[in-house]
């Protein structure tokens, strides 16, 4: 049986938790403020963020003001526009 993938480093999530796709957009930059998007895959919030903050490119770091988490929206799941 195959393990399970590590959400984090070093953390191996257990087969029963679902894995969540989340969207992170950090807010960087001054005066003109830009945004890096991340998206990733977790199982909960908690695993979210860690995975997040170690994948944020440290050139960011110094300027980032801030982060919004959420779920990615699942393009598969969104209805067709009739017409379009």
């Given at each position: 049986?195959?393990?399970?993938?590590?959400t984090v480093p070093g953390r191996v999530a257990?087969?029963?938790l679902a894995r969540v796709r989340?969207?992170?957009v950090i807010r960087h930059?001054?005066?003109r403020h830009l945004?890096?998007?991340l998206e990733l895959e977790a199982p909960d919030?908690?695993?979210a963020l860690e995975a997040a903050v170690r994948?944020?490119?440290?050139?960011l770091v110094a300027s980032?003001?801030?982060a919004e988490v959420r779920e990615a929206p699942d393009p598969d799941s969104r209805p067709m526009l009739e017409g379009a």
């Open positions: 049986m195959a393990r399970p993938r590590p257990p087969p029963y989340y969207r992170v930059g001054r005066p945004y890096h998007t919030l908690a695993a994948a944020l490119p440290a050139e980032a003001d801030l």
